[in-house]
């Protein structure tokens, strides 16, 4: 039988048990320059973004765009 927790045997989880704390995030996207991407990026991250995606400019697919999250602050 398969525990509620997805493992047989045991029960390791269940959604019951997360209850109450959900994660909420907070986004940016931010516009890279291509000469200066890593110094960019190194600069959000130390502020604690994490980064999530990179995609092409809506106009202008030469130029990237950015897509950072980091855990909202209590």
Do not use: C, F
């Amino acid at each position: 039988m398969v525990g509620s927790g997805g493992w047989q045997g045991k029960r390791l989880w269940s959604a019951a048990d997360t209850v109450g704390h959900m994660t909420k995030w907070e986004y940016a996207t931010v516009p890279l320059l291509v000469h200066a991407t890593k110094q960019i990026l190194d600069t959000w991250g130390e502020d604690g973004w994490e980064l999530v995606q990179v995609v092409p400019g809506p106009n202008n697919p030469e130029q990237l765009v950015a897509y950072l999250k980091r855990e909202k602050s209590a």
